[in-house]
């Protein structure tokens, strides 16, 4: 199995940037096909971003297409999600998730999942 434990969140103003990693552990990352995966207050949980094994291919959600990068480090087993110009909207708890498997969007399909971090953007 693979741990995972999400970091980097916190409060930013809108048009700020952060940047969350997920550092995984118990298992090399670049076995697992990772995502992102985002909830807020009263809401379904959303897909963010997702990708392959190598870093090589990348999805994103359409909220946040042109804004987040996701990128990996297998040597570091850790992913990224790069926030640039946050919106009040990018309010939420995100998770972090990981399968051996193609997974993209598919969050029932994911059968590791991350503890979450908090990311609260004020206008």
């Known amino acids: 199995q693979v741990q995972l434990v999400e970091s980097g969140g916190g409060l930013v103003q809108a048009g700020g940037s952060l940047r969350l990693s997920c550092a995984a552990s118990g298992r090399t990352a670049s076995n697992y096909f990772m995502a992102w995966f985002r909830q807020a207050p009263g809401k379904e949980r959303e897909f963010v971003a997702a990708i392959s094994w190598s870093g090589g291919t990348t999805y994103y959600g359409d909220s946040v297409k042109g804004r987040f990068t996701c990128s990996r480090d297998n040597a570091k087993n850790t992913v990224y999600l790069q926030m640039n110009s946050l919106k009040p909207e990018d309010t939420a708890v995100y998770y972090c998730?990981?399968?051996?498997?193609?997974?993209?969007?598919?969050?029932?399909?994911?059968?590791?999942w991350g503890q979450g971090t908090q990311v609260t953007v004020s206008s």
């Open positions: 998730a990981a399968d051996p498997y193609y997974r993209n969007y598919v969050q029932g399909k994911y059968n590791y």
